[in-house]
């Protein structure tokens, strides 16, 4: 049968996130979150819905590990909640919840499985949000010191360290459009933040280069999607570019390039004023890119937009987040990061898809998904091919879960997750993907 073989070693992973699937919000002394505050404020989330038990992964991990086990995944990446270990964001360390991810990563390497450890998923200790949040630069200063104790506390059995997960979504959709935790609408409170987020990443890689574990790799994940003018009207070509650097080069060339892409200037004033201390900070090289892709961008000029850009509504093959399904914007997108920025490494954190899951008499026939995995990891193949070194594949997500404000309403797992039982149910996409995994090819 024909397929495509990926390189010895390329890892194959499933995704998840603390708030997402943890639960026990008030167990072993966890301190609240920005996200419990949030979607425990009326209005903020689908039917009022919270992560208070989520799928129960605080107690229920041991069997989540045996799943990835049994689909003989080697890799998985998941995200440490901040407030377990400093329920107040600083000062001791609650060792319950330390050991409670020493435990987790224990049964991982039992079944060697590789842990792939985010630092910040978004669920920063209420506490410091109390005190500024990440508008306040010793944010990312504790930031610092808490990956600097997990960094002793799970060293070298963690090979792959991810400081921050999307943080243009933490900084936009939380500060700017108000969508997600802590729900400000302050366009230059968010622009603080993108900063204060980026200095919060190079001190913690900083602090890993200086005494972190010798043999693991640090990197940050990022949020990222080709962006298409509508037309080829000369317009809709300088929206595209703007709408690329705010979302795709705002965090890429800090990192990469130490510098702010050229930005407008209503948008540039909004940035402090970074030192050249700074910038040389935040862009301390790292190990590997990670690339969470979903869908493209397609703009058009929009004088009503946000800085005269307009999103084209996607059309054609949709999933339940109303997202185009555009497996091109993969390769696209991997072949222009890697020409453009040169990461040592690239992994892709994140990719997957929402649909209208059904369980009839204990099956989920998902055929969509399986699909949707099939040609984009096509993709990934043939980016691999044109030289990207692109070194693992972390679907999202292991199990449906809390997606945001869209509470349980949106099923991205291959693992299905009944209602009440929180019982696990492999989808069709689950044995699909598990034949991938241990062939570690995709069949045609
Ligand atoms: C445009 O999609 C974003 O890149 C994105 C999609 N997703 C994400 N980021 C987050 O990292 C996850 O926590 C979400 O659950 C997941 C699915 O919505």
Not at 137 to 148: C, K, L, P, V
């Amino acid at each position: 049968m024909a397929e495509l073989r990926f390189p010895d070693g390329f890892l194959w992973g499933t995704a998840t996130a603390s708030y997402q699937v943890e639960g026990a919000v008030r167990e072993d002394g966890r301190g609240e979150s920005i996200w419990d505050r949030f979607s425990h404020t009326p209005g903020k989330t689908f039917e009022g819905q919270t992560g208070d038990v989520a799928c129960d992964h605080y107690h229920r991990y041991p069997e989540d590990v045996e799943h990835m086990a049994r689909m003989g995944m080697n890799a998985y990446r998941f995200s440490v909640a901040w407030p377990r270990i400093f329920p107040e964001g600083k000062g001791p360390v609650n060792q319950k919840g330390l050991d409670f991810y020493r435990r987790l990563v224990d049964a991982l390497q039992g079944r060697h499985i590789q842990p792939c450890l985010t630092l910040y998923h978004w669920d920063l200790p209420q506490a410091l949000q109390e005190k500024g949040g990440w508008d306040n630069r010793d944010t990312g200063r504790y930031f610092a010191e808490y990956a600097h104790t997990l960094y002793q506390a799970l060293g070298d059995r963690v090979p792959l360290w991810i400081t921050l997960n999307e943080p243009w979504v933490a900084a936009i959709l939380g500060h700017a459009f108000g969508q997600h935790a802590p729900g400000f609408g302050d366009f230059p409170l968010a622009m603080r933040v993108v900063h204060h987020l980026l200095l919060a990443h190079g001190w913690a890689v900083e602090a890993f280069r200086h005494d972190g574990p010798r043999r693991a790799q640090i990197g940050i994940t990022l949020n990222l999607s080709p962006v298409e003018p509508a037309t080829g009207k000369e317009a809709d070509g300088q929206a595209a570019d703007l709408a690329d650097r705010f979302t795709n080069r705002l965090f890429l060339d800090p990192i990469f390039r130490g510098a702010y892409p050229e930005l407008p200037d209503l948008m540039r004033s909004a940035l402090p004023q970074a030192t050249p201390e700074e910038m040389e900070r935040i862009s301390t090289p790292v190990d590997f890119l990670g690339v969470n892709y979903y869908t493209r961008q397609v703009v058009e000029a929009d004088p009503q937009g946000l800085y005269g850009v307009g999103m084209v509504p996607a059309r054609g093959d949709l999933t339940e987040m109303g997202w185009e399904v555009y497996p091109q914007g993969l390769y696209d997108l991997l072949i222009r990061v890697h020409r453009e920025y040169h990461p040592q490494a690239v992994y892709v954190t994140e990719n997957g898809a929402a649909f209208a899951d059904e369980i009839q008499d204990g099956e989920v026939d998902d055929p969509r998904r399986i699909a949707y995995v099939r040609e984009h990891l096509s993709r990934a193949h043939a980016a691999i091919g044109a030289g990207v070194p692109l070194k693992g594949y972390f679907y999202w997500s292991l199990m449906d879960n809390f997606e945001w404000a869209f509470g349980y309403s949106k099923r991205f797992g291959l693992l299905y997750v009944v209602p009440g039982s929180l019982e696990r149910v492999w989808k069709r996409s689950a044995r699909w993907y598990a034949q991938v995994a241990q062939a570690n090819a995709v069949p045609l």
